[in-house]
Structures are given as structure tokens and as C-alpha cells.
Nanobody
Framework: EVQLQASGGGLVQSGGSLRLSCAASGFAFVESTIGWFRQAPGKEREGVSVISRIGGVPYHADSVKGRFTISRDNAKKTVYLQMNSLKPEDTAVYYC????????????????WGQGTLVTVSS
């Protein structure tokens, strides 16, 4: 059974940091691109950061560049999202997702999703 377990969300003040984790099981992790997406109330789900299956190359949306860092530990089958300098507009439910192909921010290309973890940034 494919599982993606996102964790690490919480309440943090503006300017603070959080680290999200996405623990994977049930599929060939090293052959998978993993993405972090987020969905704020009343908004569409958007891609935040993606890490490639080959070489672990990170990609970040313009809105989080310089503040967020995505990384992966293939031995632990886990992807991390280090979020620094958080802003109130980062408040959202964060999801990790998996696809077999190359890196993309298009959510429709991801076929497995975790349950999400809530990040709330207070001003």
C-alpha cells in the first residue's frame, strides 16, 4: 500500500521556522519525484517545492525561494521541507505527493498524496 505521511506542521509566529517531513512507504522511493503542495482556505492547491528522483535536484516556487529548502533522505524514505522566515501568507495545509516522472509543479501529474499537515503563521 502506497503511503505518504506528512508531519511537522503547527503554529508559529511570523519570521519563525518549521520543518515538515514526508515519510513514504509502499513504493520505489528512489524512483519517485516528491513534491510539497499547499492549499490555503478558499484557494487552489499550489506547488511549493519539488525534489527530483535523479540527483535530488530541488525546485522552489518563486514565492518561497530563499526561504524554503527541500531535501530527501533515500535511506529513510523521507522528504523534508525546511521553512524559514515564515509569513502569514504561508498559512495553509501542506501536502506531499509522489509521481514517477520528472519534477513538475502541476498537481494533476501526481498520483499519490499524503493527508496534509496544517501550518499556521501568526502575524
Amino acid at each position: 500500500e502506497v503511503q505518504l505521511q506528512a508531519s511537522g506542521g503547527g503554529l508559529v509566529q511570523s519570521g519563525g521556522s518549521l520543518r515538515l517531513s514526508c515519510a513514504a512507504s509502499g513504493f520505489a522511493f528512489v524512483e519517485s519525484t516528491i513534491g510539497w503542495f499547499r492549499q490555503a482556505p478558499g484557494k487552489e492547491r499550489e506547488g511549493v517545492s519539488v525534489i527530483s528522483r535523479i540527483g535530488g535536484v530541488p525546485y522552489h516556487a518563486d514565492s518561497v525561494k530563499g526561504r524554503f529548502t527541500i531535501s530527501r533522505d533515500n535511506a529513510k524514505k523521507t522528504v523534508y521541507l525546511q521553512m524559514n522566515s515564515l509569513k502569514p501568507e504561508d498559512t495553509a495545509v501542506y501536502y506531499c505527493a509522489r509521481r514517477v516522472g520528472g519534477p513538475s509543479f502541476r498537481r494533476e501529474l501526481y498520483n499519490y498524496w499524503g493527508q496534509g499537515t496544517l501550518v499556521t503563521v501568526s502575524s
